[in-house]
């Protein structure tokens, strides 16, 4: 059975840093490209990062850009999203699935998806 499992997410004040790690297993997470997706309370899914297989490419949204380094241990597993200098506007749901690098095909149908770990950026 396949299994994502993102945590790290909290409430952080602006300014302040998180870094989210989802745990794979289940499928040849070696093998899988792999990105990290964000819904905002009341908002669609928005892409946020993707990195190749062996992470030696990634790939930004221009929110985030700058900011945000997603990373992926493949001995472990694990895929991380390091999250910097935050913002009010990054507060959402995020979550780490399969299949993919980009911003295209932004459903649940597409790719393996965990159930999200929810970051807060608030005073």
């Known amino acids: 059975e396949v299994y994502l499992v993102e945590s790290g997410g909290d409430l952080v004040q602006p300014g302040g840093s998180l870094t989210l790690s989802c745990a794979a297993s289940?499928?040849?997470?070696?093998?899988?490209?792999m990105r990290w997706v964000r819904q905002a309370p009341g908002k669609g899914l928005e892409w946020v990062a993707g990195i190749s297989r062996g992470g030696d490419s990634t790939y930004y949204a221009d929110s985030v850009k700058g900011r945000f380094t997603i990373s992926r241990e493949n001995a472990k597993n694990t895929l991380y999203l390091q999250l910097n200098n935050l913002k009010t506007e990054d507060t959402a749901m995020y979550f780490c699935c399969s299949g993919r690098t980009d911003g295209y095909y932004l459903t649940r149908s597409q790719g393996y998806w965990g159930q999200g770990t929810q970051v807060t950026v608030s005073a």
């Open positions: 289940g499928f040849a997470f070696n093998n899988s490209l």
